[in-house]
T-cell receptor
Framework: TQLLEQSPQFLSIQEGENLTVYCNSSSVFSSLQWYRQEPGEGPVLLVTVVTGGEVKKLKRLTFQFGDARKDSSLHITAAQPGDTGLYLC???????????FGAGTQVVVTP | NAGVMQNPRHLVRRRGQEARLRCSPMKGHSHVYWYRQLPEEGLKFMVYLQKENIIDESGMPKERFSAEFPKEGPSILRIQQVVRGDSAAYFCASSLGGTRYYEQYFGPGTRLTVT
């Protein structure tokens, strides 16, 4: 059983469309991270959210942490082909950073 | 390059051989984590080390796997007598620790293929 459930598993959209991916859990986290991974590469840290209800923006990406700190969402506005990748959420349940990852959402943006 | 460095990027070993994977953390980071990504599976934690200390090895297989982070030099993940099931991508991450322990920066990974 995954601690972090990501949905959808796969998302294919056209350039210019918007998309949202979700990361849900029954556990409460002190922080949650979003990463993007491209084939053959390591995950790249996009953002960390720590406060319930927090919203962070990174250009066209908007990240939200649920009020109860159990879930998070990533919204991409006007997606571009460069946004293609595997989006992973991760969180730690201990105090030194052993991260647990969701299975990821594969996003494909076609021109 | 101030990022996390891993080498080799690709490693091919025959069954029964040893594999040594190296990781140099980001400059200023003294906390190192190893993760494994098996085909069609997500990233799984293996071990957490600080300089000269193993802090948490709860994700390491009980046999054949070991890790170290010496006072000088890179962190090493060692797999003895490799088997086909060890074929995977192995990632190293580093962090500042302290209150920023959860912000981990990953290297490009070592892709191990056991033939």
């Amino acid at each position: 059983t995954q601690l972090l459930e990501q949905s959808p598993q796969f998302l294919s959209i056209q350039e210019g469309e918007n998309l949202t991916v979700y990361c849900n859990s029954s556990s409460v986290f002190s922080s949650l991270q979003w990463y993007r991974q491209e084939p053959g590469e390591g995950p790249v840290l996009l953002v960390t959210v720590v406060t319930g209800g927090e919203v962070k923006k990174l250009k066209r990406l908007t990240f939200q942490f649920g009020d109860a700190r159990k879930d998070s969402s990533l919204h991409i506005t006007a997606a571009q082909p460069g946004d293609t990748g595997l989006y992973l959420c991760a969180a730690s349940t201990d105090s030194w950073g052993k991260l647990q990852f969701g299975a990821g959402t594969q996003v494909v943006v076609t021109p | 390059n101030a990022g996390v460095m891993q080498n080799p990027r690709h490693l091919v070993r025959r069954r029964g051989q040893e594999a040594r994977l190296r990781c140099s953390p980001m400059k200023g980071h003294s906390h190192v984590y190893w993760y494994r990504q098996l085909p069609e599976e997500g990233l799984k934690f293996m071990v957490y080390l600080q300089k000269e200390n193993i802090i948490d090895e709860s994700g390491m297989p009980k046999e054949r796997f070991s890790a170290e982070f010496p006072k000088e030099g890179p962190s090493i993940l060692r797999i003895q007598q490799v088997v086909r099931g060890d074929s995977a991508a192995y990632f190293c991450a580093s962090s500042l620790g302290g209150t920023r322990y959860y912000e981990q920066y990953f290297g490009p990974g070592t892709r191990l293929t056991v033939t």
